[in-house]
């Protein structure tokens, strides 16, 4: 059965990112009434203004405050009564090597991938319990199944993520509440795009990136069916699975890859030049701020 989004409250962290916004808009095109949570208040409020439909509301939060988490839900509560659905969809990542990179830097990332959608699930189930269809779905991505050399901090915290909501799903499924998560791969988003131009990890341009929609397809598909994961390019999700039954081989599998990922990168950095959001000077890839 397709879920029914008429009315439903779906709060969206990471709202006004690529994949958030995309989802928001998504969702409000149904009837859902859309809280577009981000740490850019102002961002937050155009993309909830911006809806089609009534009654979205944005709002600035960070999820490395418990105080604020706690305070953006209770204002959810206090608005709409209840939250039927929480999408923890915040992440970041870094083109910064493990070898030099701050170990503030490695704290933040772990924090924001991994604890701050815990946190926030946690604190959510109180609110969760008053929707009549409670529902939790997180963005993971497929860096929580197939480890990602240049990015460790970034694969340690998604393969910590899945971990945790696999094993919350299973736990609050008899609960009354439906968890899930969606693995996606390279997106093209605002962070895939600085990825790319600080030369990041080329390993996951093996194909051109997919678009915001498809993870949003991806989303929809967990709310019509609820499991434990769906995967918005399936293929890929079997080669790296498949890659993963015998990981002592990954030192020889990935020089093949390794080459096919550069030659996609540098057309994804060229796809994005004639886009008008990047370009080169002095030989160094920088993006060009949309309007």
């Known amino acids: ?62 999820l490395l405050d ?38 503030e830097s490695i704290e933040q990332e772990i924090n924001l991938n991994l604890l701050s959608p815990l946190i926030t699930t946690r604190i959510a189930i109180p609110h969760l319990r008053a929707s009549r269809d409670p529902r939790v779905i997180t963005t993971v991505s497929l860096g929580g199944i197939f480890p990602l050399g240049e990015t460790p901090i970034y694969t340690a915290s998604k393969f910590g993520l899945r971990g945790a909501m696999l094993s919350i799903a299973l736990d609050l499924k008899d609960k009354g509440i439906k968890a899930g998560s969606v693995l996606p791969s390279a997106t093209d988003t605002r962070m895939l795009r600085q990825e790319a131009v600080d030369g990041g990890n080329s390993m996951q341009f093996q194909d051109p990136p997919q678009q915001p929609s498809d993870v949003v397809t991806a989303v929809v598909s967990l709310l019509d069916k609820p499991r434990l994961e769906a995967y918005a390019r399936p293929g890929e999700s ?24 550069e030659r996609g990168m540098a057309r994804y950095l060229e796809d994005l030049r004639r886009r008008g959001l990047a370009r080169q000077t002095n030989g160094r890839w920088e993006l060009v701020e949309e309007a």
């Open 66 to 103: 418990r105080s604020a988490v706690e305070q953006m839900l209770e204002d959810i509560a206090v608005a709409y009564g209840r939250l039927d659905v929480l999408v923890n969809n915040v992440g970041m990542t870094s083109a910064e090597r493990f070898d030099v990179r701050s170990v």
């Open 238 to 261: 079997w080669l790296v699975r498949i890659a993963m039954l015998a990981p002592n081989l990954l030192p020889k599998l990935f020089p093949l890859f390794r080459k096919r990922g």
């Open 1 to 62: 059965m397709s879920y029914d989004f008429r009315d439903q409250v779906i709060a969206v962290t990471g709202g006004a990112g690529g994949i958030g916004s995309a989802m928001c808009r998504r969702f409000a095109s149904g009837g859902a009434l859309c809280v577009v949570v981000d740490i850019d208040s102002a961002r937050a409020k155009q993309v909830a203004a911006d809806l089609p439909g009534t009654g979205h509301t944005g709002m600035g939060c960070d």
